[in-house]
């Protein structure tokens, strides 16, 4: 079992950047794959981006080239780089396991992007 605290949100203008991070607790995840998730509001929450174990990475067509998702299995720490914001990347983002089960979601990181 892992526990997630998300960090780094903030309000930012359109084309601004900021950088989440995740820290992880109660066990090692280095073997698992990793993933930044997103819900805005009215939305479904959403994966974004995944980092396999192996440092493997998959993006959501809606932020492929802006967003860079990484991760330090010593520190037990992911981060999500987001470059180019848009107004439409607001929501609250969470990190977790990105894998089949069940998610166990902490409170995320709230990214407001406006004007």
């Known amino acids: 079992q892992v526990q997630f605290v998300e960090s780094g949100g903030g309000l930012v203008q359109p084309g601004g950047s900021l950088r989440l991070s995740c820290a992880a607790s109660?066990?090692?995840?280095?073997?698992?794959?990793m993933g930044w998730y997103r819900q805005a509001p009215g939305k479904q929450r959403e994966l974004v981006a995944r980092?396999?174990?192996?440092?493997?990475?998959n993006y959501a067509d809606s932020v492929k080239g802006r967003f860079t998702i990484s991760r330090d299995n010593t520190k037990n720490t992911v981060d999500l780089q987001m470059n180019s914001l848009k107004p439409e990347d607001t929501a609250v983002y969470y990190c977790?396991?990105?894998?089949?089960?069940?998610?166990?979601w902490g409170q995320g990181t709230q990214v407001t992007v406006s004007s």
């Open positions: 977790n396991y990105a894998l089949p089960g069940p998610k166990y």
């Open positions: 109660g066990r090692i995840f280095r073997n698992y794959a």
């Open positions: 980092i396999s174990s192996g440092g493997s990475t």
